[in-house]
């Protein structure tokens, strides 16, 4: 069974700072992987899906890269700021198309 | 355009009790996912409908738990039984397409689900 990890669990950061979330995954025949934002109370919102032939995608702030073959992910988040203050969490999808395995969080803080 | 949207948001229940939570999936979606989260962890896949049809129901925990999706479009996640333990958040999401997709999920925000 698929199993996803994220590290680290929680973490803190004053305004401005660059930082890097980590995900792995231990089955590498994957079709896609995405990162998705939580609020609290909230459903989930999309921010990035790679695909299996992808090594990264950007968009504005944010940079994902995939390494299929050593099982990891990392999302990059340029010049955080407070609104970023959320729980990321890191899903993947194998070619049944059929679920997504989630990790279970890196929940981000950013202080003004 | 609405998103997914689940009612209700917050469900309180007493242990034994029958309850039924409620998806409405972007329209034209045929695809269709229901998860629990529990505190501090990820989504866990629940169940998959392609059209009416469950494709993938082998997230149900036990066969206390029940899904339908009559018509292709709004689901019902049935609990019967309930325990403390079915305490959680329920998520639906939807796509637009189905097996071989490449689309993204689009995530309603839950309902609390609150055993006592």
């Known amino acids: 069974k698929q199993e996803v990890t994220q590290i680290p669990a929680a973490l803190s950061v004053p305004e401005g700072e660059n930082l890097v979330l980590n995900c792995s995954f231990t089955?590498?025949?994957?079709?896609?992987l995405q990162w998705f934002r939580q609020d609290p109370g909230k459903g989930l919102t999309s921010l990035l899906l790679?695909?299996?032939?992808?090594r990264e995608q950007t968009s504005g702030r944010l940079n994902a890269s995939l390494d299929k073959s050593s099982g990891r992910s990392t999302l990059y988040i340029a010049a955080s700021q407070p609104g970023d203050s959320a729980t990321y969490l890191c899903?993947?999808?194998?070619?049944?198309?059929?679920?997504?395995?989630f990790g279970s969080g890196t929940k981000l803080n950013v202080k003004p | 355009g609405a998103g997914v949207s689940q009612t209700p948001s917050n469900k309180v229940t007493e242990k034994g009790k029958y309850v039924e939570l409620r998806c409405d999936p972007i329209?034209?979606?045929?695809?269709l996912y229901w998860y629990r989260q529990s505190l501090g962890q990820g989504p866990e896949f629940l169940i998959y409908?392609?059209?009416?049809?469950?494709?993938?129901d082998s997230g149900l925990p036990n066969d206390r738990f029940f899904a339908v999706r009559p018509e292709g479009s709004v689901s019902t996640l049935k609990i019967q039984r309930t325990e403390r333990g079915d305490s959680a958040v329920y998520l639906c999401?939807?796509?637009?397409?189905?097996?071989?997709?490449?689309?993204?999920?689009?995530f309603g925000p839950g309902t609390r689900l609150t055993v006592l």
């Open positions: 999401a939807s796509s637009p397409g189905g097996r071989g997709s490449t689309d993204t999920q689009y």
């Open positions: 089955d590498s025949a994957i079709y896609n």
């Open positions: 790679i695909q299996s032939s992808q």
């Open positions: 899903a993947v999808i194998g070619y049944n198309f059929n679920k997504f395995y």
């Open positions: 329209s034209g979606h045929t695809a």
């Open positions: 409908f392609q059209g009416t049809g469950a494709a993938d």
